[in-house]
């Protein structure tokens, strides 16, 4: 699985596939912001895989400066075009996808932007979550598509519920743990757990 191909990577990419011997078989987009996606379309046409990515986030593939501000998109994009890999998928919350002999959990996991997903190997107790959480802080929610209040729930509920020992790779920055973010980010202490559906008057 290749999880949120940026710019430039396809040459290291096939550098470290030879080198492991791996052959891809999925691109894996956390969301569809443009240094996640840059080489989505190039890295899923040469290798003949398909990509991956939430329906709310789906246009950003094509259009990547919807996703910026104004002033970024102008100074980005200036006459960039983009498309679609040929394969294109489309994520949803829950969704359990069997890949290279791995089952990967789907977290919808809107704040950051409407599509943000997080990808779970419940197993290996592993999450990629992609600029949702980080090691000491969390994705930003001000650019087109964030939501200050919906990153806190989802936090919330697809981070603070998982066990303390998951590992979690983030789309920036070091990798850590629930555990170490719950004790230490200050982010969290924002996010109140997710108890799930309430009964009463």
């Not at 996606?37 to 398909?50: E, F, R, Y």
């Not at 920036?172 to 109140?192: D, F, K, M, S, V």
């Amino acid at each position: 699985m290749i999880v949120d191909p940026g710019q430039d990577v396809a040459e290291g990419l096939d550098d470290m596939l030879r080198e492991h011997r791996l052959k891809p078989v999925a691109v894996l987009l956390t969301h569809g912001h443009i240094d996640h996606v840059w080489s989505v379309a190039p890295v899923c046409g040469a290798k003949d895989v398909p990509a991956w990515i939430h329906p709310e986030d789906r246009e950003l593939l094509t259009d990547p400066g919807k996703g910026l501000s104004l002033l970024a998109r102008q100074q980005l994009f200036g006459g960039l075009k983009f498309t679609e890999p040929d394969d294109v998928r489309e994520l949803s919350d829950g969704a359990v996808l069997e890949i290279a002999g791995m089952s990967v959990t789907v977290d919808h996991a809107p704040g950051h932007t409407r599509g943000s997903v997080t990808f779970r190997l419940p197993e290996e107790r592993v999450m990629f979550s992609g600029d949702l959480l980080f090691a000491g802080s969390i994705g930003r929610s001000d650019l087109p598509g964030g939501d200050y209040p919906t990153i806190l729930r989802s936090l919330g509920a697809k981070c603070l519920t998982l066990p303390d020992d998951t590992m979690v790779l983030p789309g920036h920055g070091p990798q850590t743990t629930i555990g170490r973010e719950r004790a230490t980010n200050p982010y969290l202490a924002e996010a109140a757990p997710f108890a799930g559906p309430t009964r009463g008057l």
